[in-house]
């Protein structure tokens, strides 16, 4: 006769135990996903390429024109990226509203004193209201990143742009920090020493991701996060 309480019970701790369970199997996604790293091509079996007499040779095609240095232009080549971010925003917002309103109304105030319309004949009537509302908020957010990181070549892309992506991790402590970068490259905007900006680069994705005794002394654990989410409904 207990059967239909007992079946409730288990599908809720079935319930319960399935929420846990995706609690402890869910991870921080990375901003940088796919390879970071890719190997060179092999070189062609025939290295001597022929010479057309003119000064621009199509195997030099990697090189400056008065310098010996080499760009990257294929996979697996490396290059550094200057990474300096600086954004601030700053947002305000002032809101004022009133309204006021008056009425009044007179009878038309003909009927005698003592008459049962008298009254409502006679009646002088006013009304007035007003309301007001002023909110106002302020919002404001900063962020700074200095770093160099080197990248490789993991894709050229048909028009000839370059898909970089590298990481670099440190550990310290029990604690390791890891920072990744991944983008697109227009050849023309490396500079010297094959480096490149971070703000010329498209679609640049930059993350410093952290795990260790420090990074989660420092965040919630799983069964926080559940008990907060699922008590932020009362």
């Not at 995706?22 to 025939?46: D, E, N, R, W, Y």
């Not at 057309?52 to 240095?69: D, K, V, W, Y």
């Not at 509203?97 to 008056?102: A, F, G, P, Q, V």
């Amino acid at each position: 006769m207990h059967a239909p309480h007992t079946r409730a019970l288990t599908a809720a701790l079935n319930a319960v135990l399935c929420t846990l369970l995706a609690a402890c199997a869910a991870t921080p996604p990375s901003l940088v996903t796919g390879p970071l790293i890719a190997a060179p091509q092999p070189a062609p079996m025939f290295l001597e390429q022929p010479s057309n007499g003119a000064i621009f040779q199509a195997h030099m095609a990697n090189t400056t024109l008065f310098s010996g240095e080499r760009r990257p232009r294929a996979i697996g080549d490396t290059m550094k990226v200057d990474i300096a971010e600086n954004i601030r925003a700053i947002q305000k917002q002032t809101g004022e509203t009133s309204r006021e309103s008056k009425l009044a109304t007179k009878g038309p105030g003909t009927a005698k004193a003592g008459s049962p319309l008298a009254p409502l004949i006679n009646i002088d009537a006013t009304a007035s209201g007003s309301d007001s509302f002023k909110g106002s908020g302020n919002a404001e957010t900063s962020n700074s990143f200095n770093a160099q990181l080197a990248v490789t070549v993991i894709n050229v892309l048909p028009n000839g742009n370059l898909l970089v992506a590298g990481e670099r991790s440190m550990g310290l402590n029990g604690g390791v920090s890891t920072l990744r970068f991944s983008g697109i490259v227009n050849p023309r905007d490396i500079g010297p020493g094959n480096v490149v900006a971070s703000r010329d680069v498209v679609n640049a994705s930059l993350e410093n991701a952290a795990r260790g005794d420090i990074a989660e002394a420092t965040s919630r654990s799983w069964l926080q996060r559940v008990l907060a989410r699922s008590l932020s409904i009362w």
